[in-house]
């Protein structure tokens, strides 16, 4: 069974500039979220993809986008980066239905915004 | 915004002693979630309890619930220095998608 994998690692982005974070779920699962983790804080939604479609959005301005592949893989795309844009950004998955699951995360994207 | 607070925000124990963590939250939900957090990396998923549960255990961990509280604890016993990590609380609403996260313990297990 494999885990969650995010690509790259770390990524550093002039302010203005557009960027694409890349996932893949766990095997069998078929959700996938991203949360912002702000240093020194608790991570906060972004926003979920179910079967290849958005089904929950959190407090994120448009310029936050996302895909969602039928290999359950996923794509967040920031356009017209800011510098508070900087964060470490998580994906996690789940499998929609089974609730008294937990979510399997990634080891994150640090995204630095200079 | 963060729903969720958790106390302390910072813990520093000797290795072998408890440790516990709390968390409060503000709307009903249908589950709570424990996570751990090495170094900024990802979340390691330690536990899940759902609402109508009041106490859970896995290893070294156990959870309660109070949902008339609205709050729960994470205890974690014989403590080693592998378990000096951040522990977020995250809780999911009824019918919703997201997970709601609070701020983090962190705990620091001194040899």
């Known amino acids: 069974e494999t885990g969650v994998t995010q690509s790259p690692t770390h990524l550093i982005k002039t302010r203005g500039q557009q960027v694409t974070l890349r996932c893949s779920s766990q095997?069998?699962?078929?959700?996938v979220s991203w949360y912002q983790q702000a240093l020194g804080q608790g991570p906060q939604f972004i926003f979920q993809?179910?079967?290849?479609?958005?089904?929950g959005r959190g407090n994120f301005p448009p310029r936050f986008s996302g895909l969602q592949f039928p290999n359950y893989s996923s794509e967040l795309n920031v356009n017209a980066l800011e510098l508070d844009d900087s964060a470490l950004y998580l994906c996690?998955?789940?499998?929609?239905?089974?609730?008294?699951?937990?979510?399997?995360f990634g080891s994150g994207t640090r995204l630095t915004v200079v | 915004s963060q729903q969720g607070e958790e106390d302390p925000q910072a813990l520093s124990i000797q290795e072998g002693e408890n440790a516990t963590m709390n968390c409060s939250y503000k709307?009903?939900?249908?589950?709570l979630q424990w996570y751990r957090q090495n170094s900024g990396r990802g979340l390691v998923h330690l536990i899940l309890?759902?609402?109508?549960?009041r106490e859970k255990h896995s290893g070294r961990l156990r959870v309660t619930l109070d949902t008339s509280k609205k709050s729960s604890s994470l205890l974690i016993t014989a403590s080693r220095a592998a378990d000096t990590a951040s522990y977020f609380c995250?809780?999911?609403?009824?019918?919703?998608?997201?997970?709601?996260f609070g701020q983090g313990t962190r705990l620091t297990i001194n040899p």
């Open positions: 709307t009903s939900i249908n589950n």
């Open positions: 095997s069998g699962h078929n959700t």
């Open positions: 309890i759902r609402s109508n549960e």
């Open positions: 995250a809780t999911r609403g009824q019918g919703a998608q997201k997970l709601v």
């Open positions: 996690a998955s789940s499998l929609e239905g089974r609730q008294a699951y937990g979510y399997t």
């Open positions: 993809y179910y079967r290849e479609e958005e089904n």
